[in-house]
């Protein structure tokens, strides 16, 4: 019997994501719709749907977006040879890039300039991945986990330097990066972590969570890889863990295992649906008190462009 719901903090929405979505509804009072938006703007249904609902149409090929519209880049960035195809098709860009992955590729630049060859530790066919990548298509080799850092093979490098993805597990980065640096000595790595602080901060969170759990929760969707590492970090201590996108896929037997309900949820999820599963709960046992546990104060916020601002307040 559930006795406790235990929410984790910080969780949901961090400043990128917010950030993200902030310059769509910007974009959509200037230019109207339909406004065209370069793949996912995050990585969550139920954003993507209410967008929808107001004329966004999401896109994965900027040869889908007619010559002169106004486009979005989503927040995960994207690579050159995609702001080439929309500059040749004269698109209105609008870029949403989260100042975190923007980070990543302004790295990415410097080394290729600076003669470097790049590791890339991230998810194969992520966009955070490719876009980053396509900076320097030529100077990048991914590697996922730890088992392909130990099997690569390069040639000798005297400039070698290595870029992460923002959204990774920090303990499989941390287990990867320790191969890499034992077999590439000379491997040289950027002064300022690459994974954001959102992402580290909700797997400490999460850490915290499951040790006082018996089934923790995370909401958020299957395509997002925050929200599947957040599931993970859980599943490494020992903990039960389920990733689920709304109220409606969770399971009563998952609540049968004790007393406590752990609840986190992804850096693209809204909090609305974090509140429709504690409802949920609440349905099933009225008695279960809410509390909260709070492991880190966040207080990062990014802004949009004065200009985009600017312009919106005109319409």
């Known amino acids: 019997m559930v006795k406790r719901i235990l929410l984790a903090a910080p969780r949901g929405f961090c400043a990128g994501v917010a950030y993200a979505i902030e310059v769509v509804e910007l974009a959509l009072k200037i230019h109207g719709a339909p406004l065209y938006v370069r793949h996912a703007i995050v990585h969550n ?6 967008f929808e609902k107001q ?7 900027i040869e889908e977006i007619p010559p002169g519209s106004p486009v979005v880049f989503s927040a995960h960035g994207v690579s050159p040879e995609v702001r080439r195809q929309a500059a040749e098709r004269n698109l209105t860009i609008i870029d949403a890039t989260c100042p975190l992955v923007t980070k990543v590729h302004n790295e990415a630049r410097h080394y290729a300039g600076k003669g470097y060859f790049m590791i890339y530790i991230g998810h194969k066919g992520h966009v955070e991945a490719e876009g980053t990548m396509g900076e320097a298509p030529d100077r990048f080799v991914l590697v996922e986990n730890p088992e392909q850092a130990e099997a690569l093979q390069l040639p000798e490098y005297e400039k070698l330097a290595v870029l992460t993805q923002t959204t990774l597990s920090v303990d499989e980065v941390k287990a990867t990066m320790d191969v890499l640096r034992r077999r590439f000595p000379q491997l040289v790595r950027p002064k300022k972590e690459d994974i954001c602080y959102a992402t580290t901060n909700r ?19 299957t395509t997002s890889s925050n929200s599947n590492r957040l599931r ?3 599943e490494s201590l020992g903990s039960e863990a389920h990733l689920i996108s709304s109220k409606d896929e969770l399971k009563a037997e998952w609540l049968l295992r004790g007393e406590t309900v752990g609840i986190s949820s992804g850096a693209s999820t809204p909090e609305e649906m974090v509140q429709d599963v504690v409802g949920e709960i609440l349905r099933l046992y009225p008695e279960a008190q809410v509390e909260t546990l709070v492991s880190v104060d966040e207080n990062v916020n990014f802004r949009p462009s004065r200009e985009l601002i600017e312009l919106a307040l005109v319409k």
């Open 45 to 50: 249904e139920w954003v993507v749907r209410s």
């Open 55 to 61: 004329g966004v149409i999401f896109v994965e090929s």
């Open 203 to 221: 797997q400490a969170a999460i850490r915290e969570l499951a040790n006082q759990s018996s089934v923790v929760l995370v909401i958020g969707s």
């Open 232 to 234: 993970e970090v859980a």
